[in-house]
């Protein structure tokens, strides 16, 4: 399974920025989708995840302390994570990673559970 991510790039604050990422490969089941970044010197932190609740777009939530200017959204059917970010500011150059939760497995199972990264995307903010 791959995790391909894109949009990242070289921003003016106050901008908007859509960063999308999709999964690929032999998934049974996409568990659940996430958004984190790291910034130079900083930890990876958690931004926001995708759990598939069923639904095609699955249930999204953002950790609270970036909720407001960070939406995220998913489609289950397509093994696809967005990121939107709006009013864009100096502290968001980062790198931003998408992470999958996923199950596989032969017919009737029994499946076994992975978790896998993507490479990240850059996103630089300018003044």
């Known amino acids: 399974v791959q995790l391909q991510a894109s949009g990242g790039g070289l921003v003016q604050s106050g901008r908007s920025l859509r960063l999308t990422c999709v999964a690929s490969g032999h998934i049974n089941r996409l568990n659940a989708m996430g958004w984190y970044r790291q910034a130079p010197g900083k930890e990876r932190e958690l931004i926001g995840h995708v759990i598939n609740d069923g639904s095609a777009s699955g249930h999204a939530s953002v950790r609270g302390s970036v909720r407001g200017r960070f939406t995220v959204s998913g489609d289950i059917t397509k093994n696809t994570v967005y990121l939107r970010i709006d009013s864009l500011k100096a502290e968001d150059t980062a790198t931003y990673y998408c992470?999958?939760?996923?199950?596989?497995?032969?017919?009737?199972?029994?499946?076994?559970?992975?978790?896998?990264w993507g490479q990240g995307t850059q996103v630089t903010v300018s003044s």
């Open positions: 992470n999958a939760q996923y199950s596989t497995g032969p017919a009737g199972g029994p499946y076994v559970t992975s978790d896998q």
